[in-house]
């Protein structure tokens, strides 16, 4: 059932329905989230559901967005001379990693797929790790590299890694301290 019209109403009962899909990711994959089961567990009709979304995916990936816009948020460009850049640079990649457990292991799972079909979420991660080389670069902290294709490499390496890790169910102090020995060898590669 599809709403008939194109206004889509958003008000709060538009978030009930949002936090109601977050908190049923807790105990099942979002995959298996339904419209039925959204119903269910509110108590609402169909209609009140497609009046606010056009279905459960959209709800889906707004909660998506708002998880990869809370990752992007926690990085921070503004180093502090005085400290190990690599250091700095293994905390914040660690942060990442952190906000990905805090966004629920099952629905992380989801958010990792879409991210990796959209293009613009792609394309702001390469541009921000270029950022950092291009910055690491000028100070002398790291070789010359082609920036491109390293940004990719450390782009598929956290994603890859992060993917795996809430797959796997791996504790987060467990995945921390494996993020870190891995990560450690990119870093050591790139030191000038």
């Known amino acids: ?35 039925r089961k959204i119903l269910k567990y509110l108590g609402i009709t169909n209609r009140v559901f ?46 990442t990693l952190i906000i ?3 966004t ?27 950022k950092i080389l291009n910055y690491a670069i000028g100070k002398g902290y790291v070789k010359k590299v082609d920036t491109d294709m390293t940004s990719y490499a450390i782009w598929c390496f956290i994603r890859g890694f992060n993917t795996d890790a809430i797959g796997r169910k791996l504790s987060l102090d467990e995945a921390i301290k494996r993020y870190r020995y891995g990560f450690k060898f990119i870093l050591d590669g790139l030191k000038n």
């Open 1 to 35: 059932m599809t709403n008939t019209c194109d206004k889509l109403i958003y008000d709060e009962m538009s978030e009930q329905i949002i936090e109601a899909v977050e908190k049923l990711t807790l105990s099942e994959n979002a995959h298996n989230i339904s419209v």
């Open 104 to 130: 629920r292991m099952n629905f992380a799972h989801y958010v990792f797929e879409n991210d990796s079909i959209t293009d613009s979420n792609y394309q702001w991660w390469i541009e921000e790790i270029k």
């Open 50 to 95: 497609y009046n606010r979304f056009h279905n459960i995916e959209e709800v889906l990936d707004i909660i998506s967005e708002r998880s990869v816009l809370k990752i992007r948020g926690s990085l921070k460009f503004h180093f502090n001379e005085e400290l190990d850049f690599f250091e700095q640079i293994m905390d914040e990649v660690e942060k």
């Open 100 to 102: 990905s457990y805090e």
